[in-house]
């Protein structure tokens, strides 16, 4: 049937995560390619995962 959960190019009976790198960690919502539990900031896209005062949440999302 050609499903590719994932939108990888790789078919779901050929790919070892089928439902994308993340699916066991939350997923991986705002789609930086860092997974929502490990995600400072898992409903902005924010790769570097900055965040400049140690807060825990990342300069995208901080509001200060």
């Given amino acids: 049937d050609q499903a590719d959960n994932d939108n990888d190019g790789i078919g779901n009976v050929c790919d070892p995560t089928p ?3 993340c699916a066991d960690l939350g997923g991986d ?6 997974c929502n539990d490990d995600d400072n900031c898992p409903s902005m896209a924010n790769t570097d995962q900055a965040d400049n005062d140690n807060d825990g949440i990342g300069n995208v999302c901080d509001p200060t």
């Fill in 19 to 21: 439902n994308g790198p």
């Fill in 29 to 34: 919502t705002d789609g930086d390619g860092v």
